[in-house]
């Protein structure tokens, strides 16, 4: 389902920018979004905070995988 003049809805930007995580998004899906970004002010605030929660995830991830082994962690230079 599309809005007016064929162009994706917030709803569907969305859905596909979470679904982005989770897999490869087809070239058509990332032009529906690109397209949508351009014109709406609320969906790139919404992607820029995707991206942000997942970076903000794998640097927890690689926080806590050096936290579990101190070996692969070189420790302070002095």
């Known amino acids: 389902m599309s809005g007016k003049f064929g162009l994706s809805t917030c709803k569907e930007v969305t859905h596909l920018v979470l679904q982005g ?3 490869q998004l087809r070239m058509g899906e990332r032009v529906k ?8 002010k609320a969906c790139p605030i919404f992607a820029k905070q995707v991206a942000l929660m997942r970076k903000a ?14 070996e692969s962690d070189p420790g302070p230079k002095v």
């Open 21 to 23: 995580e989770d897999r």
């Open 33 to 40: 979004i690109r397209m949508h970004l351009m014109i709406c």
């Open 57 to 70: 995830s794998q640097r927890w991830r690689h926080y806590a995988e050096t936290a579990d082994n101190p």
